[in-house]
């Protein structure tokens, strides 16, 4: 039999995938995960089922702190945007679809109109095929309830949520011709990329200068996106192809290799639909050492007008 420190270990990919699709954060689903652990390591007699005591701790654990951080989230500086993840631990061949569609950040800025309760149902339901009979225990409710909670939020998200249905490859190879074109400031080759209605988003939370608070069309946002990133680039910033929350996108880097931004590309009926860009310094910790976006934003001033011809 394996100990309780073996058990939660195996679990643990399982139980921050339910975290972080309840909470859109890494840093906060990690902190849930590291206090279930702490009530299981206190609970005197071992749980029937580990896998269902577990479950059911981190999402309670994530629907309390899901509460107020919908009040921060209120009065959050400029578009809000998800925390971007990097790689999903847990796996599973079964749910593959689910799993991908619902780590998206389409999904998850979705799932912020769900009260916490239709949230964390949706998600141990929908996304990770819990019976019902677990979910009522997990979020404390009558299966009746968890029924109506669970079609509410079907329906919440069935209305705006889009499957990327795009083989990885053809994503890939689109997301590859993308940054070429970012690179090399081409107006035209980004705007063949482009959806018509094509929008831009970004989050700095007030902490950051704004790559975007939200433009749309395709000629708008190819012209805004040609003229910012080569003169990113005369400043030693690069950009590391990535998939970010299961799409297509990149993580920005300054010349010392700490993290700038990142941005994830939404691709349907192959072009891309919307980018959103996470800038804030608060939601790129997890990555590792952050760039200080101000100081880069002022260097690129700096460089602009020195390139000026006089």
Same mark, same amino acid.
């Given at each position: 039999?394996?100990?309780? =420190? ?12 339910? =975290? ?29 089922? =580990? ?32 925390? %971007?993840?990097?790689?999903? %631990?847990?796996?599973? %061949? ?5 799993? @991908? ?54 329906? /919440? ?56 608070? @939200?433009?749309?069309?395709?000629? /708008? ?20 192809? /990535? ?68």
């Amino acid at each position: 039999m394996m100990s309780r =420190a073996e058990t939660f270990q195996e679990l643990r990919p399982l139980l921050f995938s339910i =975290a972080y699709r309840i909470l859109s954060s890494v840093s906060e689903a990690e902190d849930a995960v590291q206090e279930t652990w702490l009530r299981f390591e206190g609970v005197p007699a071992e749980p029937r089922s =580990a896998k269902a005591f577990l479950s059911a701790t981190v999402t309670r654990i994530s629907i309390d702190v899901l509460r107020s951080a919908r009040v921060r989230r209120e009065e959050y500086v400029g578009p809000w945007l998800p925390e %971007p993840l990097l790689t999903d %631990p847990y796996q599973d %061949p079964e749910r593959s679809a689910e799993l @991908a569609d619902s780590l998206s950040m389409a999904a998850l800025v979705l799932l912020e109109r769900l009260s916490p309760l239709e949230r964390a149902v949706f998600v141990l339901r929908e996304v990770f095929d819990f019976g019902f009979p677990e979910v009522a225990s997990a979020v404390g409710r009558s299966e009746a309830a968890c029924r109506q909670l669970a079609v509410r939020a079907r329906r /919440h998200m069935a209305a705006g949520s889009p499957r990327f249905e795009a083989a990885r490859k053809e994503r890939e190879e689109l997301a590859s011709r993308f940054f070429d074109a970012l690179r090399e400031g081409d107006v035209a080759g980004l705007r063949n990329l482009l959806a018509a209605d094509v929008s831009m988003v970004g989050d700095g939370g007030g902490k950051a200068p704004q790559l975007a608070n @939200a433009i749309s069309g395709a000629h /708008h946002v190819a012209r805004v996106l040609a003229s910012v990133f080569p003169r990113m680039a005369l400043v030693g910033i690069t950009n590391e192809p /990535h998939e970010v929350n299961g799409q297509p996108g990149a993580i920005f880097r300054d010349r010392d290799g700490k993290v700038l931004h990142t941005l994830a590309l939404d691709v349907l009926d192959g072009q891309i639909q919307m980018i959103r860009a996470v800038i804030n310094p608060d939601k790129l910790g997890h990555m590792g050492p952050v760039a200080d976006a101000w100081a880069i934003d002022r260097e690129v001033r700096q460089a602009r007008r020195a390139a000026r011809p006089e």
